[in-house]
Each structure stands twice: as structure tokens, then as C-alpha cells.
């Protein structure tokens, strides 16, 4: 999902010369089982979020408080599953099953949502803002060390579905008219910012072809320090976001 800030969100540097895998289409950089093993687990990994995202929207519907919103949140919805979609049949056609690909990955993300349930329809609204964004900007730096065709999907899947802007809109107007919601949705973001970024790390560790992909050995990936700079970026889009919203990093 994109959001209002994306302009200035993580992203490789447009002027920047691709090397290595990332100046590869898929049929050269598939060569290596390694990187393959690495570009299943990711699309495995973003499918299943999508179509998480998919049932959360639908589920946050019913909180909706008029039936605008309700239609706002099932045209949302519907937007991911489309995106759900193009993995899906990305995954097919590499020659992966692609529930398989998405298993490894379904336990950790159905955890991080029974854990970060909301209450009630802003903290939906900041939940699908806030940590819909920290997993994009996560895939965003990613995808610059994809190749070609990989690279092109993965960004496209992360294209706007109106979330962000439509959040930033009600939850500003709601603090507006209550400024003591302000505190408690401020709170409930930092803990989705913290629930979100454990819960990345615990993926990729759980799985050597991703956790090698960031660190290193597979499609030009990045060393310790630069991972270091990556989580700093995504947490410094993550304040710009709080920003945005109208509350406290």
C-alpha cells in the first residue's frame, strides 16, 4: 500500500546504474537455485500479506461508522486482492505451487495480527496505515536488488490502493473533534511499529534464502551495516507517517 510520503520513502536512487542480478531479467538471474530459492520465499511472503490485508480490510468494514466508509474500505479490499492475484499467478508460472510458497509465511503474519487486533475503526485505519507502510518500505528496499521482472511486480503489487490518504483524512478529522484520541492512537502506533519490525526480523531469520538475500551472497544483497541503514530509513519514514497522522513518534 502506498502512502502520502512515498516520494520520499525508501527507493534506490533512479540515476543509479544497475549491476549484478538487479541488471538481469528473471530467465539469466533464475539460474542461480539460490537466488530462486530467495525471490519464492519473498513472493511466498508478500502473497499471503496481501491476502491478509485483503481480509482485514473486509473485516474493518463492518467497524466502518457510515456506509461510505464501509464502501471506501470494500473497494480497498478489493484492490489487495487483485494484488493477491498477480503473486499468485507469478508464482505459477515460475513453477511453484503458490500456497506452498505461502506457508512458511502464514503462522508469523496471522500471530502479528491477533496481536495487534484493533478495537475499534481508527485504530483499524492506523494499524493498515502504519503497518501496511513499515512492510512496504521493508519490500521497497528489497526490490532494488531484484531482477528486471521481479522487481517491476513487487513494486507494482505495492502500488496505492487510497488507505493511506483516506486514513490520514479520518484520523486527522477525528482528533480534530476529540484531541484526547490523539494519545491513545499515538501509543498504539508505536506498538505496531515495534510488533511489525520483530516480526520481519523473525521472518527473514526463519529463512536462510531471505535472511542471505539482505545480508549478502544472493542478488547483490546488502551487508550488516547497510541492513542497519535500511531499518533506520524505514523507522525515519515511520515518523513521517506519525506526522502525518497528526500524532507523536
Do not use: C
Not at 503458490?98 to 496471522?110: N, Q
Not at 488507505?163 to 494519545?183: L, Q, S, T, W, Y
Not at 498504539?188 to 529463512?207: D, H, K
Amino acid at each position: 500500500m502506498e502512502t502520502p510520503d512515498n516520494a520520499t520513502a525508501p527507493a534506490a536512487d533512479a540515476a543509479e546504474e544497475l549491476t549484478g542480478i538487479a541488471a538481469q531479467d528473471w530467465a539469466a538471474a533464475s539460474a542461480d537455485p539460490q537466488y530462486r530459492a530467495a525471490v519464492v520465499d519473498l513472493l511466498g511472503a508478500l502473497a499471503y500479506g496481501e491476502l491478509a490485508a485483503f481480509e482485514r480490510l473486509a473485516e474493518d468494514a463492518k467497524l466502518a461508522p457510515t456506509l461510505a466508509d464501509k464502501a471506501e474500505l470494500a473497494k480497498m479490499a478489493s484492490a489487495e486482492f487483485h494484488h493477491f492475484e498477480r503473486l499468485r499467478d507469478r508464482l505459477a508460472a515460475i513453477e511453484t505451487e503458490p500456497t506452498k510458497a505461502m506457508e512458511p509465511f502464514a503462522a508469523a503474519l496471522d500471530g502479528f495480527h491477533r496481536q495487534t487486533a484493533p478495537s475499534d475503526w481508527l485504530e483499524g485505519l492506523v494499524k493498515a496505515y502504519v503497518g501496511d507502510s513499515i512492510a512496504s518500505d521493508f519490500y521497497r528496499e528489497v526490490a532494488v536488488r531484484l531482477d528486471s521482472d521481479t522487481r517491476a511486480l513487487v513494486l507494482a503489487v505495492l502500488d496505492d490502493t487510497g488507505h493511506g490518504n483516506f486514513a490520514v483524512e479520518k484520523v486527522r478529522a477525528a482528533i480534530e473533534a476529540d484531541p484526547r484520541v490523539g494519545g491513545r492512537l499515538a501509543l498504539w502506533a508505536r506498538r505496531l511499529m515495534g510488533e511489525a519490525l520483530s516480526q520481519a526480523q523473525r521472518v527473514v531469520a526463519e529463512r536462510d534464502a531471505l535472511s542471505t538475500m539482505l545480508v549478502g551472497g544472493v542478488a547483490d544483497g546488502f551487508d550488516l551495516a547497510a541492513v542497519g541503514e535500511m531499518f533506520t530509513r524505514i523507522t525515519k519514514a515511520h515518523t513521517k507517517r506519525m506526522a502525518a497522522l497528526g500524532l507523536a513518534s
